[in-house]
């Protein structure tokens, strides 16, 4: 489950070693594009969502690392359920509840890896709740 967040570096990965071999190239230039686009995309997501004090910006971020990982976890819990046979409505009791699973790891992953917020002014210190009397 600590994989989760890689989803979607993994997705890009993929494409574009796809679309390189498409193009005629190598194994080896293959390799290399598809591990260079992983990182990359690894990279600058984790980078916006750690410096950007937009909420919206943070939440589409993170929405683009969730879903792909959330959407991992319910075709595999799916396919674990089809293989126990149960009823399809439980097949997709389980398969969702996969999606759920994987996507709140992503997410916890996602912000376990925070970076510390480079730019803060004195204006962001830190006040108490109530200001002191005098």
Known sequence: MKLAVHALPFFVAVS?????????VGIGG????AITAA????TIGRVLFATSRSVLMRALVAASFLV???MAGRHTAL????LAGPRPFWREIIGW???L???????????RHDLPRPFRSEQDVDRPLRPSRP
């Open 16 to 24: 574009t070693g796809m679309a390189v071999l498409n193009a005629g």
């Open 30 to 33: 293959v390799f290399l594009a």
């Open 39 to 42: 990182a990359f995309t690894l």
């Open 68 to 70: 792909p990982a959330a």
């Open 79 to 82: 396919g674990v359920a089809l």
């Open 97 to 99: 509840s996969g999606a």
């Open 101 to 111: 699973l994987i996507g709140g790891c992503a997410l916890h992953q996602l912000l």
